[in-house]
């Protein structure tokens, strides 16, 4: 006599967690709406299909080490006006990534340079890309300690695998030589491989100061402006903008 348990253990045992979990409903449906042993067999099949494909996205997305996230939906163009709906309607399509391009956004603080750059990643993240996201300061301190750190290392082995790194925040504070050479090296393997998305307060003219090299800062934005769009993004201060009080106004 064949009993759920024993179908469930089965499931179990060959990984079919869904299927484990929704078997009792799978057949409660195919009992009322008189379904085939086809229909049954392709609704279990499918199930667990959909429920790989969607732990796997949850996978990606958690593994990709995005400090919050942020949606295009939410990026209002009228108010960053450096940028067109079509502009971001193209990006958002996500061909750069499958040409490798690099993108890097440079403006001051508060004008949407880490919405941008999270919420592009998120939705590649979400289609399937391999993505990691870091600050320069965090990526500095991976760098450094790759070597003794576990966790260093499966951070930088999953940015090498990466179909799109972000590297937030570039430039807000100088990085030591030995330090700025690791992050050429980085680049320099990364350049097409994949595709990397950079944001920095800073322009170029000052890459040289913060990298404390002049032959360095030009070898790394050589390579990542040579298949790259750089979009500057004006304005004021979103968070300034609206900004709110706790105690609001008197
Ligand atoms: P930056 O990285 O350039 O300093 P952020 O991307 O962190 O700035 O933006 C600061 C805050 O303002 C965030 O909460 C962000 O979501 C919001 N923000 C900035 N620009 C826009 C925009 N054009 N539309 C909607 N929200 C924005
Ligand atoms: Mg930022």
Redesign the pocket.
Known sequence: MINMKDIKADAYSLGLINTRDSIDKLIKVAEEKNQTYTELISAVLTGELKYRVNRAKEKRIKEAGFPYIKKLEDFDVSFQYSITEKQLKQLAELKWIEQMYNLIFLGP?GVG??HLSIALAYKAAQEGYKVSFTTMSNLVQILRTQEISRRSKTKINRIYKSSLVVI??VGYLPIERTDANLFFQLISDLHEQASIII?SNKGFEEWTEFLGDAALATAILDRLTYRCDMISLEGKSYRLEHRSSFLGKN
């Open positions: 603080p340079k880490s937030d925040e944001t």
